[in-house]
């Protein structure tokens, strides 16, 4: 029997309904389960006492002197690390925007490098260069490592391709007649930018700073090597709370206000972001870079590259030179001896079991990420559905010590009893990757011309098929460089994998940070060998995922 058009309209309408439910489903319960109840779970046993909750404790740990003096901290040098990574790097923004010279992939590939090391590597290269022994030691007695200035420094070196990325791709897309019409009114250089240019720029510029403060907010793995016993963020402080001192009770009230902050920046950020799609006229990015004229651009684009060869890559290199001290690779060598002290293992299995652990969360991440990527682009997209969106992005704002120690609290009853699996490390790794997952692929789907869906659908192909034979065929090189940052992100994971990483099974960033919290140089050589190889496995990625990224834009692979 034919059916009407509208019996076809409604089983349409139900497969559709289906099909969104079942996209959304593992994202919202993978989330709930490793994310929304681990962290609920530590903030229930910092705040209950005896099944009755105590919110009075919020107050007793906040009328504390030296919670207070952290908050102020962790506030005050994230403002001072924004300002001076905007400072800093909005040159290296407009050069990168309006400048077309030779070796300008390779420089970008090189500026974004920190941003993907993990913090812990940041924080060692630092360590390298101004701690005790550094280089400034060694050449003019200056040490920086007890002082808030290698944390700031550290700060806008791995927050630099942020500004350069964030602000550089929009000022690239500016129509600049608009700037050289003020001028030819009449207008001065500062004045036409001022009121022409900056304005345009402002959402770009208010979205880089907010993810910059952010970052430096929630910072751990610089503050942990470089702040030593003196400064203390959010972070550093819940981790000493909860692994030094064992105080649920503060680490718990410490987390609901690194939550609420977190949660107000990330408000900000999609106002900030929506204001930015939605209120500018851009033109084709390849026609506004020229080729620099005249003393001044020059000079520009020379500081631009000192900067760049100052704060980015000496802080690597020295690193590298501190690695190989050591006649005849002598702190790599040792990498492969177990001292059956703060390892069970050989440091240098480390490796492995970082790059098993990067695959398995990658794998995960891509999963899970992609099915909550495809179900926001969807038109038919529910109110709870796009209210998800904004909750994937949590995960890199709220403390991974807390998710990491709420895995050990929550996770261990059956079903989900997961404290003896090699899972629980991937799966903590894949919460940080997921929303780089998405945030990859999600304007490449909003891309894809919705009536090609609808005319497959209206064919009778399945929901499935529909993404097999429309989408992924146009979003498979983002499917790449999504996996691409999942699993840089996941290699590098320190926070929450401190905690649940087995001493049998260390993973890179743990097996450095042990290494240098033993005294010694032969541990000190140590970690500068594994960061150093950390760093290289984090460089091969990003060259990979820059090389598909120039591929998608020549239509050449």
């Not at 620099?292 to 520009?300: F, M, S, T, V």
């Not at 490796?351 to 038109?379: D, H, M, P, W």
């Amino acid at each position: 029997m034919d059916l009407t058009r509208t019996e076809v309209a409604v089983r349409r309408d139900r497969r559709g309904s289906a099909a969104r439910f079942g996209l959304i489903a593992l994202p919202v319960a993978f989330f709930a389960a490793f994310f929304a109840y681990p962290v609920a779970a530590i903030v229930a046993r910092g705040l209950k006492v005896d099944g009755v909750w105590r919110f009075g404790r919020i107050g007793e740990v906040l009328a504390q002197s030296d919670v207070r003096h952290v908050l102020w901290f962790t506030t005050w040098q994230a403002f001072v690390s924004t300002a001076l990574t905007l400072l800093i790097a909005l040159p290296g923004a407009y050069v990168f925007a309006r400048f077309d010279f030779r070796g300008k992939q390779v420089l970008r590939a090189v500026v974004t490098v920190p941003f993907v090391l993990p913090t812990v590597v940041v924080g060692t290269a630092f360590l390298a260069l101004v701690g005790r022994g550094g280089l400034l030691d060694e050449l003019w007695g200056v040490r920086l490592d007890t002082t808030v200035w290698a944390i700031l420094l550290a700060h806008v070196f791995f927050n630099y391709a942020v500004v350069v990325r964030t602000v550089g791709g929009l000022w690239a897309q500016l129509d600049p007649r608009q700037e050289e019409a003020a001028r030819m009114l009449g207008a001065s250089p500062w004045k036409a930018w001022r009121q022409v240019t900056l304005p345009a720029l402002g959402p770009a510029v208010a979205a880089a700073a907010l993810m910059v403060f952010l970052f430096t907010f929630t910072s751990f793995g610089v503050v942990q090597i470089l702040g030593g016993p003196t400064f203390s963020t959010l972070e550093v402080e819940i981790y000493r709370q909860t692994s030094e001192i064992f105080d649920l009770s503060t680490a718990a009230v410490l987390t609901l206000i690194q939550f609420v902050a977190v949660g107000a920046i990330l408000a900000l950020h999609a106002w900030t972001v929506r204001r930015r799609e939605t209120a500018l006229r851009l033109v084709d990015a390849s026609v506004t870079a020229r080729r620099p004229c005249g003393a001044g651009q020059w000079a520009l684009l020379g500081g631009v590259l000192g900067t760049v060869v100052v704060l980015l890559l000496l802080p690597l290199a020295v690193l590298v030179q501190r690695s190989l001290d050591a006649p005849g690779f002598g702190y790599y060598r040792a990498l492969t001896r177990s001292d059956g002290g703060i390892f069970l293992v050989a440091p240098i299995e480390a490796i492995g079991n970082s790059l098993e652990y990067a695959v398995a969360a990658t794998v995960i991440a891509v999963v899970i990420g992609g099915l909550a990527a495809v179900a926001l682009t969807r038109r038919d997209a529910g109110r709870f559905v796009r209210g998800f969106d904004a909750l994937l992005m949590l995960p890199l704002g709220v403390s991974a010590v807390t998710v990491g120690f709420g895995f050990l609290i929550a996770l261990d009853e059956p079903p989900l009893d997961l404290r003896s699996s090699w899972i629980l490390v991937p799966l903590a790794q894949a919460l940080v990757g997921v929303p780089f997952v998405v945030r990859t692929m999600l304007p490449v789907l909003r891309a894809v011309d919705a009536r090609l869906r609808e005319a497959a659908s209206v064919l009778g192909a399945s929901p499935w098929r529909v993404w097999r034979e429309v989408d992924l065929p146009m979003v498979r090189r983002a499917l790449l460089i999504a996996a691409g940052f999942a699993f840089a992100v996941s290699l590098g994971e320190f926070g929450a994998t401190v905690f649940i990483a087995r001493p049998d099974n260390p993973t890179l960033p743990v097996a450095v940070a042990r290494l240098l919290g033993r005294p010694g140089d032969l541990n000190y050589g140590q970690a500068m060998a594994l960061s150093t190889i950390l760093m290289v496995v984090c460089a091969v990625a990003l060259l990979v995922l820059e090389r598909l990224r120039t591929a998608d834009r020549t239509g050449e692979f």
